[in-house]
């Protein structure tokens, strides 16, 4: 199937480095109707706003070599922008190099609030940025994270996996989150309804959308940044 036009309206530019996050943020997009491409740097960032035009750019602060005000300074004076509202995504929202005018989204952040405020920075039609947005922002309150690992009896792997969910969960607020394991020799309705196949599985069922991951959590990066994405409160170290 071919590519789709840089010049299709309502195309956002996602610039941001972790695969797990820009798929996080490409899916909820992509569901949304929105056509989305993703770029890792900034300077592959600007390649792109030269090549054809978006209606939005979605940058994370933090990206490798630049900052993202970085970036949208440098399309601003290459005239790439041309039109685009631009979002920044920082946990650091008072960064002395953040415009006072420039929309921010505030990490940890979740679905509920960041959807509606991408329709709201469109629907005020393109020009950078646009302190209206950041102004009205609603407060980001976290969610309720809804995990559940999927395990077969006698699988090293699955033990596994639960070690390293135990050892991650111990740093987060166990309110935020909610941690089930299932089996799934013995709970095949559950595992049906999950579209669960292979263990161990966790899944991320909320806040939505959902998102699984495979494996023995080796990498548990992965999961934390999943949890920072799902706003879960990390607990206050000494």
Not at 137 to 144: D, G, L
Request: net charge neutral; hydrophobic share 40%.
């Amino acid at each position: 199937m071919a590519a789709p036009s840089l010049d299709t309206p309502h195309r956002v530019l996602v610039v941001e480095d972790s695969p797990e996050l820009s798929t996080l943020i490409r899916f909820a997009l992509e569901h949304e109707g929105y056509r989305v491409d993703v770029s890792r740097t900034a300077e592959e960032a600007l390649r792109r706003l030269e090549c054809g035009r978006y209606a939005l750019v979605l940058t994370d602060y933090m990206l490798p070599g630049h900052t993202g005000t970085w970036l949208l300074r440098e399309a601003h004076r290459r005239r790439a922008v041309n039109g685009a509202a631009t979002l920044l995504v920082t946990a650091q929202p008072d960064a002395p190099d953040i415009a006072p005018d420039q929309d921010v989204i505030a990490k940890p952040f979740n679905f509920d609030q960041f959807l509606p405020q991408i329709r709201a920075v469109l629907a005020q039609g393109h020009g950078g940025t646009g302190g209206a947005a950041r102004a009205e922002r609603p407060a980001m309150t976290a969610p309720r994270v809804e995990l559940v690992l999927y395990v077969s009896p006698a699988s090293l792997a699955c033990a596994r996996a639960h070690r390293v969910m135990e050892t991650i969960l111990r740093g987060y607020d166990p309110a935020s989150i909610d941690f089930q394991v299932r089996d799934l020799i013995t709970e095949t309705d559950a595992a049906f309804r999950d579209r669960i196949l292979y263990t161990p599985t966790l899944l991320k069922r909320s806040p939505p959308p959902n998102v699984w991951v495979l494996g023995d959590l080796s990498r548990p990066w992965i999961v934390t940044d999943l949890l920072q994405m799902c706003g879960a409160r990390p607990l206050a170290t000494a």
